[in-house]
């Protein structure tokens, strides 16, 4: 008896090899591993992206919106990738439209 025969017994040794699973069971994987990665990742962005395009499109002179960079303004004008907005009296910026991230409710500027 040796010393390895200590450490692991030769019954276990000689255990038959590892069972490899079948390709069918890989396939099952990889479609349930695609499936939760559409519901936890792919669907939620594409939702987000869907309800920015109609706040975009929503967009009208006078509505009060907070830009991209946290700057807070009234539109002025719009253009077909560009808004004009006021961001205090006499100070106009235009922006590109996709910078805005919300519209506030109106009377929200007069109360800061």
Do not use: C, W
């Amino acid at each position: 008896m040796s010393l390895l025969d200590l450490i692991i017994s030769p019954a276990a040794a000689q255990a038959a090899p590892a069972q490899q699973g079948s390709p069918m069971s890989l396939l099952i994987m990889m479609v349930l591993f695609f499936a939760v990665f559409y519901f936890m990742a792919i669907r939620p962005q594409m939702k987000r992206a869907k309800e920015h395009r109609a706040l975009l499109a929503g967009l009208s002179k006078g509505d009060e919106v907070i830009m991209a960079g946290g700057i807070a303004g009234r539109v002025e004008e719009l253009g077909e990738s560009f808004v004009g907005v006021e961001i205090a009296d006499g100070v106009k910026i235009k922006v590109q439209k996709n910078a805005i991230t919300a519209v506030l409710p109106k009377g929200s500027l007069k109360s800061a």
